[in-house]
């Protein structure tokens, strides 16, 4: 027999952040626990990286794959600290180790560390899942600037790749690379048109990859 769950529904109160913002400010808080979902050990002593960890869909992926048996380590901003730290405890309540790694995606040099430290700290990598993003809505073509343009590339398809390109000497046959897309991607958005592009490059880079690595049995 279905079980019906008593969950908040809209209208939810409107609420404003500045970027980045926190998830623990947000009214009401997500639910990314899964208390319903039954584990079955499917990721039993593997090793995660979780880009933007701390919170959203990388949260959900972080606890869920640690009640799977992964450790997981997560990458997020220095001024995500706090809802990183809920991430980090939620792995933990698990029983499994988690690792909290602060940095900026965008910089070029970021990717390596962050797999360096992954694999020093939690001992191997099996899993990279490039997730972090940046999207900030404008009103039309003539608002969008070559900043928010470069910003939003460089978080969103310059870090896919350079994480991933990181991540490779380490992955062994078996391991995966798991990309977050999004539906935008496939239909555009008129107001997102940045953030659009980068999710169509996502999709078109996730199937050429897919093919690349093939031979090394990497998925």
Not at 11 to 29: A, M, N, V, Y
Not at 58 to 82: D, K, N, S, W
Not at 193 to 219: P, V
Request: proline share 5%; aromatic share 6%; hydrophobic share 35%.
């Amino acid at each position: 027999m279905t079980q019906v769950q008593n969950q908040p529904k809209p209208p939810f109160p409107q609420q404003h952040q500045h970027k980045p913002g926190l998830e623990q400010s947000l009214i009401p808080r997500p639910h990314y626990q899964g208390k319903h979902y039954q584990p079955a050990g499917k990721l039993q002593d593997k090793v995660a990286l979780v880009t933007g960890g701390d919170s959203g869909i990388g949260r959900a992926v972080a606890t869920l794959f640690a009640r799977e048996g992964a450790h997981v380590a997560i990458v997020c901003l220095p001024q995500e600290q706090a809802d990183a730290d809920e991430s980090r405890r939620a792995i933990e309540s698990c029983g499994r180790r988690a690792l909290v790694i602060t940095g900026d995606i965008t910089e070029p040099d970021f990717a390596n560390a962050s797999v360096n430290r992954t694999v020093q700290g939690l001992g191997k990598l099996d899993i990279l899942v490039n997730n972090a993003a940046f999207q900030q809505h404008q009103d039309g073509l003539e608002s969008l600037s070559d900043e928010q343009w470069d910003h939003t590339f460089k978080t969103d398809m310059y870090g896919y790749f350079r994480m991933a390109k990181a991540a490779l000497p380490h992955l062994q046959p078996g391991a995966c690379i798991i990309n977050t897309g999004s539906v935008t991607g496939l239909n555009g958005s008129k107001k997102l048109l940045d953030y659009s592009a980068t999710k169509g490059a996502i999709h078109a880079f996730t199937k050429s990859l897919s093919q690349n690595l093939i031979e090394k049995q990497i998925r």
